[in-house]
C-alpha cells in the first residue's frame, strides 16, 4: 500500500490538489452522465485557493510514498463547520485515505470545540455516503443543485448588498438557520461576491449568495424566485447555480417551471445537533 501521511495543506500543494479534485469529480460525473463540476484543473485549483484562504478554514492534504494523492477541507468561519471538497486521486481510491482525511478535518473541528459539522454529497455516490454514516453523519435532506434560468428583467425590489446591511441579513439568516451565518457572509462581502437582497419598503426579507459555495434565505417561496431569478444578471460565469432542498415541493416546481434545470441530487448530512431551517433556505455545497 506504501506509507500515507497527512500534512496541512499549503498553498504550494494546491496546482496538484486541484488537478486531483478535478480528475476525482470528473470521473464521478461522466461515470453517472452528469456535467463536469470544474471546467478544468485550473478552476478546481483557484476554487481550493478561495476556501484556503477563507477565515479560519483548514486544508489537510494527503501524500503516499512522497506524492500527492488527496485533500479535503474545512470551512469554520462561523460555528458550524462544513467539510469539502474531499477528494483522493482516482488511482489510489480504495485504500482507506478517504476515511483518514475525514478523520483529520473531523478532529481538527473536535481540537476547536466544534460539535456542529456538515456537508454535502453526491447522491449517487453510495461509497461516500456509506463512509460518512459510519463517521457519525445523518442524512437530513435531499438537496438539488439547479442551473438558474433565462435572464429575466430587472426586478427593483432585488439589489446587491453593501456591508451596512450585514447586520440585517445576519439577523435574518440566523433565524430561519437556526445559527449565525455572519461571518461567511461578511468574507464573501469583502471579497467582491455579488450577495443578492430583496428588499421591500426599506426591509430585507432574503438574501442570496450565487454559485455552489453560496447559500441563501427568503421568508416566502415567492421572494426566493425573486432573487433566484436575478441571478443571470449578477452572478460571476461559472456560478449561475444554487441548491434547493427537494422536500420543498412548492418551491422546486416551480423553479423548473421558470426554466431553472436540475443538474444532480446531493444529500445534507450532519454530525451533532441539527437546527431544521425554515421557512425557505438554499444551502451551500457545505451546508
Given at each position: ?63 503516499l ?19 469539502g ?21 473531523l ?103 450565487p ?40 418551491l ?33 455545497i457545505?451546508?
Amino acid at each position: 500500500m506504501g506509507n500515507v501521511e497527512l500534512l496541512p495543506a499549503a498553498p504550494e500543494h494546491l496546482p496538484e490538489l486541484g488537478r486531483i479534485c478535478d480528475d476525482a469529480f470528473r470521473q464521478v460525473a461522466r461515470s453517472h452522465g452528469f456535467e463536469d463540476d470544474f471546467p478544468d484543473a485550473n478552476v478546481a485549483t483557484k476554487v481550493l485557493q478561495l476556501i484556503l484562504g477563507l477565515p479560519g478554514s483548514f486544508g489537510v492534504a494527503a501524500s503516499l510514498d512522497g506524492r500527492l494523492v488527496g485533500s479535503n477541507f474545512l470551512l469554520l468561519t462561523d460555528s458550524v463547520a462544513g467539510v469539502g471538497p474531499i477528494t483522493v486521486d482516482p488511482v489510489c481510491q480504495g485504500r482507506n485515505i478517504g476515511r483518514r482525511l475525514m478523520e483529520a478535518v473531523l478532529q481538527h473541528a473536535a481540537a476547536r470545540g466544534i460539535t456542529r459539522v456538515r456537508l454535502l454529497q453526491d447522491a449517487c455516490n453510495t461509497t461516500s455516503l456509506s463512509l460518512y454514516a459510519s463517521l457519525g453523519f445523518d442524512v437530513r435532506e435531499p438537496v438539488g443543485l439547479l442551473k438558474a434560468g433565462p435572464v429575466c428583467p430587472a426586478d427593483p425590489t432585488v439589489r446587491l448588498a453593501g456591508t451596512g446591511d450585514l447586520p440585517t441579513l445576519a439577523n435574518l439568516g440566523a433565524r430561519i438557520y437556526g445559527v449565525s451565518r455572519r461571518k461567511e457572509l461578511a468574507a464573501w462581502l469583502e471579497r467582491g461576491f455579488p450577495v443578492l437582497v430583496i428588499e421591500d419598503h426599506g426591509r430585507l426579507h432574503g438574501y442570496l449568495v450565487p454559485g455552489k459555495l453560496g447559500h441563501g434565505v427568503a421568508e416566502t417561496e415567492a421572494l426566493a424566485l425573486s432573487l433566484i431569478a436575478q441571478i443571470p444578471r449578477h452572478a460571476r460565469p461559472g456560478t449561475n447555480f444554487f441548491f434547493c432542498p427537494l422536500r420543498n415541493t412548492a418551491l422546486y416546481r416551480s423553479l423548473l417551471k421558470a426554466g431553472c434545470r436540475l443538474t444532480k441530487i446531493m444529500t445534507l448530512m450532519a454530525r451533532g445537533p441539527y437546527e431544521e431551517p425554515g421557512p425557505v433556505w438554499m444551502p451551500s455545497i457545505v451546508f
